[in-house]
């Protein structure tokens, strides 16, 4: 009954700090940490100590999987570079770094204890990473390296954990101890990256026959414990199997599971994953008392484990950008951003360095240096104060800095821009499906699916051109729509009440209605979002271009020239708020509006499109 009371204390203190941090706009790991340091000293609060199986075990493969399943496999791999330099050649760095700095203030720990450590407090947190760093608004790119390093990062500190550990007891460390890590990270990543790609062939395998939503999601709750424990059992990384079989599942969900078990999935991993996020920034504070306690215990004088404390914490943050500087420009030398077409400025690199959080797997691997080193209590207070230390310096700055150094978070306009124009080219594939049903449709069935991807496109291209304070037509049917489904739910619980009506046939009535909202609820976020930045950032504003460039309207018979020239079909036109030039947009085959700013350098276009206003400055991928 206590452990029980416990876990429901625990939980209620979680959701509400994480409720009242997103009212206060702050990201929700810090005031958790600290509702836990402080909550360790209340009278009647146990005394709680993370066991390293229960973390890595516990935690560490559902919190994995789910970062996985959410990360995208292509934006993954185009990132490869960084990625890879910073979860691997990073960590390695860190751990060599941290190892010198502790032996030098502590010898008499030893340089297996000292490189244990390093490897214990090298590796940033994949929770923290994207749970602060998507609350302030990174770029994309930042937020994708960042994830995929935090995804990777703690197979190698946990190699080389694994080998210092080997080593304590030896009176030095060997000369091949960088090689014999190297070796054995080889051999763990390469055994971890078979494992996972043999779990994702098999539960692919198994949900070609899996309808049930629920047998889906109940096998996806099983898949990252599994992978986990057979990549172990064979001495491969764990954490490698589980991310590559996240990476896979979820680059390949559209096609092998239903729409229903997609929908089933994605929410229970983002409950899930909240949860259990949510949850471990509030036991790292926990233990904050029992470590205090210990240290005080230590026989070595106040000042030196203060000072080995410090030097470490800024030790990892002083390495970190010691490393991604040179990285970038000796090793990476990135090319133009897809999205921007140019080269990411040196304030990208500053905040991935600035972004190096530890969280919950550093405090839990520190568990495992055996009780056998000496002042193995102080390397614990060493690891607790890096995690802290971290998450307070530079989580709590990430944001400032991020917005001193002008660093742009997504364009809520540019992300409809995009949304508008992909769905413009599913619907131009979909269109090709119905022309072959025209000729076998007496119902007029085509013109009904027809007349209802328009009404779709459109409420999309509404968003970019509707001006502020005017309600759009796809506006006016969501508001008329959702009091239109209150009544009719107020109505079918009417007729639940009378009992005439079997409770099956109900729960399905109500499963339509609330489908329906919730499309209708996202759709009104979205639009919220676009119209809160139109308001945050008039046309114009923030370009000279958008703001000298009026609106005028196209003359004569709309069409691509150069389209028509070469017999070429377009999907959307703009136009040239220059020269007054139409051409073919991006999702068009031969892009000529984009080319005709590359031909001219005229900046702003327009769409021609019917009811849509929205401009683009091409110079400062601005949209107005």
Known sequence: MEIALLLVA???TVLAVTAISGRLGIAAPIPLILVGWAGSYL??????????????????????????????????????RPILLLSVGLVAFTTVGVALVVHAILPEVGWPAAFAIGAVVAPPDAVAATAIGRRIGLPRRIVTILEGESLLNDATALVALRTAIAAIGTTSVAMTSAGEIGLDFLVAAGGGLVVGILGFLLVAKIRKHVKDPVLDT??????????????????????????????????????????????????????????????????????????????RASTLPTGTIVSVCLATLAAVVVLRMAWVFPARYLLIRPGPDPATGRRPPASYTFLIGWAGMRGVVTLAAAFIIPETVPHREVLLMIAFTVVAGTLLLQGTSLGWIARRLKVPAPDPMDDALARATLLQQASKAGHQVLDDLDSDDPYGVADLIRQRIEQRNFAAWERLGTTAGEESPAALYARVREEMIEAERRRVLEIRSTGSVPSEVVSDVLAMLDIEESMLDAAEEERADVEAERVRRPAGKECDHLLSAPLTEPT????????????????????????????????????HATAHFHATAHPVMRSVEPAETWRWCYVHHLTA
Request: hydrophobic share 50%; with cysteine; proline share 5%.
């Open 43 to 80: 009278p009647g609060v146990p005394t709680i100590h993370l066991e390293p199986e229960v973390v890595l075990l516990g935690l560490l493969p559902p919190l994995l999987y789910a970062a996985a399943l959410g990360t995208s496999l292509v934006d993954f791999n185009a990132n490869r």
């Open 10 to 12: 625990i939980a209620v």
């Open 556 to 591: 004569g018979e709309l069409g691509c020239g150069e389209c028509l020239a070469i017999g070429s079909r377009w999907v959307a036109l703009r136009m040239c708020l220059t020269c007054g030039t139409i051409g073919c947009c991006d999702s068009s085959p031969h892009r």
């Open 218 to 295: 109940g096998i996806s709750l099983v898949v990252p414990f599994a992978t986990y424990i057979a990549a172990e059992e064979i001495n491969a990384s764990g954490v490698v199997a589980v991310v590559v079989a996240g990476l896979l599942l979820g680059h390949k969900a559209p096609i092998l599971q239903t729409a229903q078990s997609r929908i089933a999935e994605r929410m229970n991993w983002r409950t899930l994953a909240f949860i259990l996020e949510n949850t471990v920034f509030l036991l790292i504070g926990l233990q904050a008392r029992w470590l205090v306690d210990d240290v």
